[in-house]
């Protein structure tokens, strides 16, 4: 099943931010996209939802250093 989900992340300011939440997100199992909007302060993920949780993806977004809202 494929879901989608818009995360308001702090502390995104910079093109090295937008490479390695990207880079991470992607490389979970199951992720089809990932696309940050720094202006907007937000993280769109279209994903597989049998193969990883909404959970893990946070979790690769918060080990960057980034606090989710």
Do not use: P, W
């Amino acid at each position: 099943m494929v879901e989608a989900v818009t995360l308001n992340v702090e502390g995104m300011s910079c093109q090295h931010c937008v490479d390695a939440i990207e880079s991470n997100v992607r490389d979970l199992g199951g992720v089809n996209e990932v696309k940050v909007n720094l202006q907007q302060g937000t993280v769109d993920v279209d994903f597989q939802g049998g193969f990883v949780t909404l959970s893990e993806i946070r979790a690769a977004i918060e080990e960057q250093g980034y606090k989710i809202k």
